[in-house]
């Protein structure tokens, strides 16, 4: 692995009002290769990956990119660092056609004017490479299925020439063929080099993909573990706080039935 | 990477056409290329690579498709611009037959003489509404840029030309103030905008002093924004015709580069056919001026102002990031847009066609007086957009809806005023009846467009 990591956090703190949803969190990645983050419901991962993404600018601590510090407090910081995310929640426009929402804010122009042909011609094989069937590429993000918006918005994170791509929870509402087709591109992103980190709440995905585990539990950072050699009960212990926790019992309550 | 096998395309089953989501207003209408075409044999991988759903709706050629494709929009609240264009034939067929002269080309150039400085007022709305937010000072702003104007030139004896800059000026800084306010601190546009009605039509009357109105100069510019024609009948019918080549030209471009790369593209037919139409229109329109004083210079610079807008919210990044905005504020801030610029650069737009609208409307008037811009012209502006069909609640509409609801206004007015019952009363009431029945198609139209999830 290469020397400096892509992007370094160093004591990340973010508050919310009375809520303080991230503390000192330290995070690294490198390039080629896939960081899981996984956590808790509000364990303060999907805010983490806003920090970094400069929609919540950060109180405290400091972000490295490529080993220099860096600021990050617009989205456009983020995305000319070479930053692309998925939100959870996709922030897609709903008026838009779906060709217009793969090329906000860095749409294809001949001279001054869109190139819509361009555009559209580079939308259908992006979606086509993640083997998603949507009506056509001409109707608006509102009449998509769920699913078929989360390849939209993944495939948005493609279009530029990103360094770094975030996924958070990008397979939450994908059959099973378009989340082998994610798990397949995560895999692609780190054959090329890219960082990646993927959010996600599948054991069985993060342990097929990622080569490290981090885990954040109530906004702190809670053990980053080696793929390789941790199994998947250190994992889950270390996302509950505890060796003894619901999915240990209700295990060992089935294991118990079936005997 | 992923290659299409053959065999996984589903089945082309007719049950599941009519599922499919119908095309989106305004965007391109899709005709893949027909499959009944000669089949060439031993090379079904061709259909495989096809980039389009099998269930996506394919029009049918000819008259039938576009029947059922009307059909499909109106059931899909998707209508447009279409139930305007038919209250607008009817209400000039009602007032034809009533009066007997409505449709005279000395009324028809009348009626476009009356719309120009509305209707720049209501294109600049159409950009605020595209935002999903208000304007309530256009009028106030109207007002302030004729009378700035008209006291620089008159009173202070500034160059003409130079007061008319320096008016317009005033109008767009006056814009961008209101959208530092809004954009910047925060406050609600409707707010802002209503300190703005108030406040900009209080400084109208201050500068105008003691003086109710002011003649504009005799032969000077403001005077002729509205009085000029080039009576020259080569100047309509050229108008025309460089409009339908242009028309056609780009059509016929846009179909050569998307066969070119195998996209989707428009039947010849049908580009034929819209060109018609706007043959069609260009030309009548065109006549109908030549038949009376030819073709007038405010009508031209409102129709040039409505064409330039369309271009810039439809074909350049700046009108992406207009539509993105008022379609999500934080998808449009987290795709990397400056949400802030765009809001105050769209308030200055709406201030500075304001004040454009005012000198239009100084100089049909002959005069700018103390009540310019007040009354209902502001109701009368965004009444105008929202009957032509853009949305209150942002993101969808364009800049023709305020030429086709200004016209329909103005030939309401003018058909009661014909028909002698043109009482402020009645043209009030009337006025509102129509601006609830759009405000009631706006609204239906989205939730149909809902409930056929497509809002
Ligand atoms: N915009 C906000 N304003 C106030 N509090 C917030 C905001 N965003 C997140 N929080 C709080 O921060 C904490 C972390 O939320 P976050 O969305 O990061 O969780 P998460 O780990 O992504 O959870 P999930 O797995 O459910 O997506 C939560 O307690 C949440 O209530
Ligand atoms: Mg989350």
């Known amino acids: 692995m290469s020397a400096a990591p892509v992007l370094a956090l160093r004591g990340i703190s973010k508050r919310f009002g009375a809520v303080q949803a991230l503390t000192e969190v330290d995070l690294e990645v490198r390039a080629g290769s896939v960081l899981a983050l996984v956590g808790d419901n509000g364990a303060g991962k999907s805010t ?30 983020a995305q000319h660092l070479g930053v692309a995310t998925v939100y959870q929640d996709l922030a897609l426009c709903d008026n838009l056609d779906v060709v217009a929402n793969l090329f906000l804010g860095r749409e294809a122009t001949r001279g001054k004017v869109l190139d819509e042909v361009a555009m559209e011609k580079r939308a259908q094989e992006l979606l086509d490479s993640l083997s998603i069937r949507i009506p056509s590429v001409r109707i608006p993000i509102a009449s998509l299925s769920g699913g078929q918006r989360q390849v939209v918005a993944i495939a948005r994170a493609l279009v530029g020439d990103p360094k770094l791509v975030i996924l958070d929870e990008p397979t939450a509402a994908l059959g099973v063929e378009q989340t082998a087709q994610v798990l397949d591109l995560v895999e692609r992103l780190r054959e090329r080099g890219l960082a990646v980190i993927l959010i996600s709440h599948n054991m069985a995905d993060v342990l ?52 | 990477m992923s290659d299409t096998q053959p065999g996984k395309q589903p089945g082309q089953s007719p049950a599941a056409a009519d599922q499919a989501p119908a095309e989106a207003e305004g965007t391109t209408k899709t005709t893949v290329p027909a499959p009944a075409g000669p089949v060439d044999a031993g090379a079904p991988a061709t259909d495989a690579l096809t980039p389009v759903d099998p269930r996506l709706l394919v029009r049918e050629q000819g008259f039938a498709g576009y029947l059922t494709d009307f059909k499909r929009r109106i059931k899909g609240g998707e209508l447009g611009s279409i139930p305007v264009l038919v209250g607008l034939v009817v209400i000039w067929a009602i007032f034809e037959t009533t009066t007997g002269r409505f449709l005279d080309p000395s009324n028809l150039t009348n009626i476009a003489q009356y719309i120009v400085g509305p209707g720049l007022i209501a294109t600049g709305i159409v950009f605020v509404l595209l935002l999903g937010e208000i304007d309530l000072s256009v009028g106030s702003v109207a007002g302030l840029t004729a009378a700035l104007t008209s006291v620089l030139a008159v009173k202070q004896d500034l160059n003409e030309g130079l007061a008319v800059l320096l008016g317009l000026l005033a109008a767009g800084a006056i814009g961008a103030l209101h959208g ?22 209080g400084l109208q009357l201050y500068v105008m002093g003691n003086t109710l109105s002011i003649n504009n100069i005799s032969g000077g510019v403001v005077q002729g924004l509205n009085n000029t024609y080039f009576s020259d009948i080569a100047a309509a019918y050229g108008l025309a015709l460089v409009a339908v080549a242009a028309h056609l030209g780009s059509q016929l471009l846009d179909r050569k580069r998307r066969r070119a790369v195998d996209l989707p593209h428009r039947p010849l037919s049908e580009v034929l056919l819209r060109s018609g139409v706007v043959a069609v229109l260009a030309f009548a329109t065109a006549w109908m001026l030549n038949q009376e004083s030819g073709l007038p210079l405010g009508l031209t610079v409102f129709v040039g102002v409505v064409v330039l807008a369309a271009f ?36 200055t737009i709406s201030g500075f066609l304001g004040g454009l609208g005012g000198l239009f409307i100084a100089s049909q008037a002959g005069v700018a007086d103390s009540n310019l811009g007040g009354g209902d012209t502001l109701m009368l502006a965004i009444a105008a957009a929202v009957i032509g069909g853009t949305s209150l ?19 309401i007015m003018t058909g009661l005023y014909m028909s002698g019952s043109s009482s402020d009363a009645v043209q009030s009431m009337i006025t509102g009846v129509v601006l609830l029945a759009a405000v009631v198609i706006d609204s239906v139209s989205r939730r149909t467009q809902k409930t056929a999830g497509r809002a």
């Open chain 1, 48 to 77: 983490l990956v806003k920090t970094i993404a400069g929609v919540h600018p950060i109180d405290d601590g400091t972000l490295e990119w490529e080993g220099r510090p860096v600021t990050v407090a617009r989205p456009q910081d």
């Open chain 1, 208 to 259: 097929a993909v990622a080569d490290q585990v981090a885990v954040l539990r109530l906004g702190r950072n809670n053990g980053v573990f080696d793929v390789a050699d941790t199994s998947h009960e250190e994992i889950i212990s270390a996302i509950t706080g505890a060796t003894e926790n619901a999915v240990t019992r209700r295990k060992a309550r089935t294991t118990e039935a079936a005997q």
């Open chain 2, 180 to 201: 530092f306010f809004f954009a910047r601190i925060g406050v609600p546009a409707f707010v802002v905008t209503l300190a703005g009605f108030l406040g900009w039509s």
């Open chain 2, 312 to 347: 810039v919210l439809k074909r350049t990044s700046y009108g992406r990031q207009v539509f993105a905005v008022g379609g999500g504020v934080e998808a449009a801030r987290r795709a990397g847009i400056n949400v802030v610029w765009v809001r105050i650069s769209v308030f």
């Open chain 2, 393 to 411: 609640f942002g993101g969808r509409g364009t800049p023709w809806s305020a030429l086709i609801g200004i016209l329909v206004i103005q030939s």
